[in-house]
Nanobody, 120 residues
Framework: VQLQASGGGLVQAGGSLRLSCTVS????????MAWYRQTPQNQRDMVAQ???????NYADSVKGRFTISRDNAKNTVYLQMNSLQSEDTGLYYC???????????????WGQGTEVTVSS
């Protein structure tokens, strides 16, 4: 199983970006998919999460501005980020909770970080 994230970049405050993360491989099913942001203290804080039934949870700081969605056919999760603020700057990671249909275990896989920089 591999995760490939993309979509970061430099944007002015008030602008928008869309992050994507695609899961490749075989013999698995996906539970939840999420985006995290790394803090200056090197912690990863959850930004948004979406589970199998399509319900989503958001960090308070992004509610009303960010939207998480998933395309199950493509094993891809998206994060649409609107009205970006300088506080949104950071390294964003996708995380996918995967159940192996071969090993019968569940673990979380992380994509490589994608940098988002919002200039004020």
């Amino acid at each position: 199983v591999q995760l490939q994230a993309s979509g970061g970049g430099l944007v002015q405050a008030g602008g928008s970006l869309r992050l994507s993360c695609t899961v490749s491989g075989s013999g698995f099913s996906i539970n939840y998919m999420a985006w995290y942001r790394q803090t200056p203290q090197n912690q990863r804080d959850m930004v948004a999460q979406i589970i199998n039934d399509g319900s989503a949870n958001y960090a308070d700081s992004v509610k009303g501005r960010f939207t998480i969605s998933r395309d199950n056919a493509k094993n891809t999760v998206y994060l649409q980020m609107n009205s970006l603020q300088s506080e949104d700057t950071g390294l964003y990671y996708c995380a996918v909770d995967i159940r192996s249909l071969i090993l019968y275990n569940t673990r979380t896989y992380w994509g490589q970080g994608t940098e988002v920089t919002v200039s004020s």
